[in-house]
């Protein structure tokens, strides 16, 4: 069982930048691919970046490559998102979530394991 605590978020002005966290319990947390959702209100969960177990392979949705930055360390069991020149239309509670099936994938029905999300807010 893998339990998965984003923290991170906040509000923040266009142009600007935050770093979400993702902490995980479990041993087994190193052999899962990681990926990160976000849900703005009235909308569909959608993809946002994910990452193999090793680090080696990454999946960025269009909207957000080149400003985000996915990433995990290991040895703390922690997952990062780094966004950069953010904008409104990043607003949404951004989720993390683990697979057992180590594929960094945007389908959000290959993760077994999810966060409970953190809101970010863009504002113009």
């Known amino acids: 069982q893998v339990q998965l605590v984003e923290s991170g978020g906040g509000l923040v002005q266009a142009g600007g930048s935050l770093r979400l966290s993702c902490a995980a319990s479990g041993r087994t947390f190193s052999t899962y691919a990681v990926g990160w959702f976000r849900q703005a209100p009235g909308k569909e969960r959608e993809f946002v970046a994910a990452?193999?177990?090793?680090?080696?392979?990454?999946v960025y949705a269009d909207s957000v490559k080149g400003r985000f930055t996915i990433s995990r360390d290991n040895a703390k069991n922690t997952v990062y998102l780094q966004m950069n020149s953010l904008k409104p239309e990043d607003t949404a509670v951004y989720f993390c979530a683990a697979s057992i099936l180590n594929i960094a994938s945007l389908n959000r029905l290959l993760y077994n394991y999810w966060g409970q999300g953190t809101q970010v807010t863009v504002s113009s």
């Open positions: 990452l193999s177990a090793s680090g080696g392979n990454t």
